[in-house]
């Protein structure tokens, strides 16, 4: 009897120890799945500056070609990243359609948000410099929180339907799963707004067609936050749009209100960059 | 309170930001990135929000008059980033406060760099960025040259 509880006490054991095996790089996996905390800026390089808003990779290679040229060695650095930056938005005038193409870019003058304090949709929040919070909430969401507008989305995890009817809004019905490490994130039901292409220098419309799938992926090191977001709206893009973007981990910051915005008294249309 | 002199003047210059200082719309509309102006006066108020922190102060002009100045300043969000809190700058403080103009040529202007009177700087993030990118380039060069 005392054998068999022995025997009994080993397979246990055993068992323990092949569970323990097959947990340990579960949970070195979830340490990268969890992208739960406070992230900002992107770090100081010339990519992270580059990508401080959006970017793309056709813009990241003109960057460092630009950067390995020896030629320019001497040009300061704002003047390869206006360069590169002017070659990014004439990547994405050839993605847009006729339709976009009419007012593409627009007038930052005419931008809502600045004439109007109006917040931004989700082809621009998603993109908003300085910080973003990722909080789980139960098992079901995920909630991001902006410091740009203290705009807050909820992303739902659970494979439910989306609302019926709920109508175009301005961030979408959200839907996330795991791809392994990385947050897979689609939506839709996005209302037509403004799409920000490169900078707030780059902006296009885009209708209430667009589609967004955005994947999130922390790094190897856990330092920084990857965005790659395919951006997919028959009315505005020829083809989809794969966007990046960078933050870096930064569990000091904090968000501050965000409620003082002022209409412009005085502004200047047409102003070319 | 004796007024203080003020002067300005302008200097035409290429200033392009590094991290997108104003965020939540774009610069150009209200501000004229190519040129910079500076002026001397008392700060009678600093605002330290969102999205863009706000000093106000008395300039007083060639002919004793004061004139009120606003100066504009990336976010809170962006500022702290680089250390800065609402006290960074006082109210009675005397300051001379460089910048990008408005294009039309109002009494305001979109901060770059602020010397109190002790000589100590206050400067928005965009440098210290810069900085570290252009130790970047130098590294980036070296290991160009020693591929070679």
């Known amino acids: 009897m005392a054998v068999r509880n022995i025997v009994k006490w080993r397979s246990g054991l055993l068992v323990l120890i092949l569970l323990t095996c097959i947990t340990v790089p579960a949970e070195a996996q979830s340490s990268r799945r969890n992208l739960e905390g406070m992230w900002s800026d992107p770090p100081p390089t010339a990519v992270g500056a580059f990508c401080a808003f959006a970017c793309t990779d056709a813009g990241i290679d003109r960057l460092n070609a630009l950067l390995d040229d020896p030629a320019n060695d001497a040009r300061p650095f704002e003047q390869l990243q206006a360069e590169a930056k002017t070659y990014e938005r004439e990547y994405i005038r050839a993605r847009l359609t006729p339709a976009a193409l009419k007012t593409y870019p627009l007038d930052p003058a005419d931008d809502p948000g600045f004439l109007r304090c109006e917040p931004w949709g989700l082809a621009r929040q998603m993109f908003a410099p300085h910080q973003i919070e990722i909080r789980q909430r139960g098992n079901d969401r995920i909630e991001l929180r902006y410091g740009e507008w203290d705009a807050r989305r909820t992303i739902y995890m659970d494979d439910r339907k989306r609302p019926a009817n709920p109508g175009p809004n301005r961030m979408g019905h959200s839907a996330g799963r795991w791809d392994g490490e990385t947050l897979v994130v689609e939506t839709s039901g996005i209302a037509a707004n403004i799409a920000v292409w490169t900078d707030l220098n780059g902006t296009a419309e885009h209708s209430d067609q667009l589609r967004v799938t955005e994947r999130y992926t922390r790094s190897k090191d856990g330092d920084t936050l990857l965005l790659t977001a395919t951006m997919a709206d028959p009315w505005s893009l020829r083809e989809p749009v794969v966007m990046k973007k960078i933050w870096r981990w930064a569990p000091d910051q904090k968000i501050t209100p965000y409620k003082d915005c002022e209409r412009p008294t005085e502004f200047k249309r047409g102003v070319k960059r | ?148």
């Open chain 2, 1 to 148: 309170m004796k007024l203080l002199r003020a002067w300005l003047f302008v200097i035409p210059v290429l200033v392009l930001s590094v991290t997108g200082a104003i965020s939540h719309h774009a610069f150009s509309p209200v501000y004229d990135e190519k040129r910079l102006i500076t002026v001397v006066g008392v700060v009678t108020q600093f605002r330290f929000v969102n999205p863009h922190a706000m000093m106000f102060m008395d300039v007083t002009d060639d002919s004793s008059k004061v004139v009120k100045w606003t100066v504009e300043f990336a976010g809170r969000l962006n500022l702290s980033n680089v250390g800065w809190t609402a006290d960074s700058i006082k109210s009675g403080e005397r300051v001379t406060v460089t910048g990008n103009p408005t294009h039309t040529g109002s009494d305001r202007m979109f901060f770059r760099k602020l010397v109190r009177a002790d000589g100590t700087e206050l400067l928005p993030a965009g440098p210290q960025r810069l900085n570290a990118i252009e130790e970047e380039r130098r590294q980036r060069a070296l290991q160009r040259d020693q591929r070679k």
